[in-house]
């Protein structure tokens, strides 16, 4: 049975650096779309990063510059280093993978519903 498993999160001061890991299992995922998303409180979940199979990257906004995401095939895990974290950075992050290797549209990382298969979460709280 598929699955991903993330660690890594933790409490850390504004500033700080953390990296989270999403170790996957059960599929071939060296051919798919590895992602983060993050959910605040009260908040929906939001997308974070996402890398596909060739290492291309994307990004939102808000992170950019600051978070790095990366994957080991030979590992099947992927990483998000988080540098200069900021408070508005606290929620769960969420690990996800889709079977697609690379999406048509730049858009489509961005989407919840393109991505079938997610991890249990990892808490990040920064505090200021």
């Known amino acids: 049975q598929a699955q991903l498993v993330e660690s890594g999160g933790g409490l850390v001061q504004a500033g700080d650096s953390l990296r989270l890991s999403c170790a996957a299992s059960?599929?071939?995922?060296?051919?798919?779309?590895m992602a983060w998303f993050r959910q605040a409180p009260g908040k929906e979940r939001e997308f974070v990063a996402a890398?596909?199979?060739?290492?291309?990257?994307y990004y939102t906004d808000s992170v950019k510059g600051r978070f790095t995401i990366s994957r080991d095939n030979a590992k099947s895990t992927a990483y998000l280093q988080m540098n200069s974290l900021k408070p508005e950075d606290t929620a769960v992050y969420y690990c996800?993978?889709?079977?697609?290797?690379?999406?048509?549209?730049?858009?489509?990382?961005?989407?919840?519903?393109?991505?079938?298969?997610w991890g249990q979460g990892t808490q990040v709280t920064v505090s200021s």
């Open positions: 996800a993978a889709s079977r697609t290797s690379a999406f048509p549209y730049s858009g489509n990382y961005y989407l919840k519903n393109e991505y079938d298969l």
């Open positions: 059960g599929r071939t995922f060296s051919r798919e779309v």
């Open positions: 890398i596909n199979w060739s290492g291309s990257t």
